[in-house]
């Protein structure tokens, strides 16, 4: 499903003319749909969709706490930072937290991060900053929200915006037309609450089906693999 078919088949499911285009069409129902289309896109992907999920790897150079986000990057991942060269888990921690281990001169025995403005001048998004500061060249690894939700026809463009009629949507087609049916019915002054609920409702249902879920462990702990052999023991 695409673009153009979201769109349209909004317009037919509230009874208004549909066009026959909608990216760069100045008919205003076009132009109405389009907005009210990237708005239900960029809403949906302030969840944590399994589907929006991407990893990020960089290495780290001596004397040098901060580092760039992905351009895509939009949330992290919680419990997926690794330095990989130790292979030791990086945690984030709170302001306070972060405070207290860089002024009271305790030194920290494993990694720690937040996510912080530039030492050098303003950076929106902030940058990946960790303490201690790394001292050699070690390989870090996450997990990301990423904020683009759409891509080209083929696949290989990802897209936070559409732009153009053949682009389609990563989330589930049917939850995102829901999306832009009530907001389109509501944009028109009709009634849009049963829609909306509607909506609301599949946006659940989908996100708890995303991506599935793990086992939870009453220790709070994660299951070990452990390599045993199957002979030659005890």
């Known amino acids: 499903?695409?673009?153009?078919?979201?769109?349209?088949?909004?317009?037919?499911?509230?009874?208004?003319?549909?066009?026959?285009?909608?990216?760069?069409?100045?008919?205003?129902?076009?132009?109405?749909?389009?907005?009210?289309?990237?708005?239900?896109?960029?809403?949906?992907?302030?969840?944590?969709?399994?589907?929006?999920i991407k990893t990020h790897s960089f290495s780290t150079s001596a004397s040098e706490p901060q580092y760039s986000l992905p351009s895509d990057y939009r949330a992290m991942v919680n419990d997926t930072a690794w330095n990989q060269t130790t292979n030791q888990q990086i945690f984030m921690i709170s302001p306070q937290r972060w405070s207290y281990e860089k002024s009271s001169g305790v030194s920290a025995y494993q990694d720690r991060y937040r996510l912080l403005g530039d030492d050098s001048g303003p950076s929106i998004g902030g940058k990946f900053t960790i303490h201690p500061t790394p001292t050699a060249v070690e390989t870090i690894y996450y997990q990301y929200y990423s904020k683009n939700w759409a891509t080209d026809s083929g696949g290989s463009t990802e897209k936070s915006a559409f732009t153009v009629d053949n682009d389609v949507p990563i989330l589930?087609?049917?939850?995102?037309?829901?999306?832009?049916?009530?907001?389109?019915?509501?944009?028109?002054?009709?009634?849009?609450?049963?829609?909306?609920?509607?909506?609301?409702q599949l946006v659940e249902i989908t996100m708890a089906n995303s991506g599935g879920t793990e086992k939870l462990h009453a220790d709070g702990n994660y299951p070990t693999l452990s390599n045993i052999p199957e002979t030659g023991f005890g």
């Open 172 to 200: 589930d087609e049917d939850m995102f037309t829901m999306g832009v049916i009530w907001r389109m019915l509501k944009s028109l002054g009709q009634p849009y609450q049963e829609e909306r609920a509607e909506y609301d």
């Open 1 to 52: 499903m695409t673009l153009l078919s979201i769109c349209q088949n909004t317009a037919k499911e509230i009874g208004i003319t549909s066009p026959s285009t909608i990216a760069g069409n100045t008919n205003a129902t076009a132009v109405r749909l389009l907005a009210l289309a990237n708005r239900t896109g960029t809403s949906l992907a302030k969840k944590q969709w399994e589907e929006l």
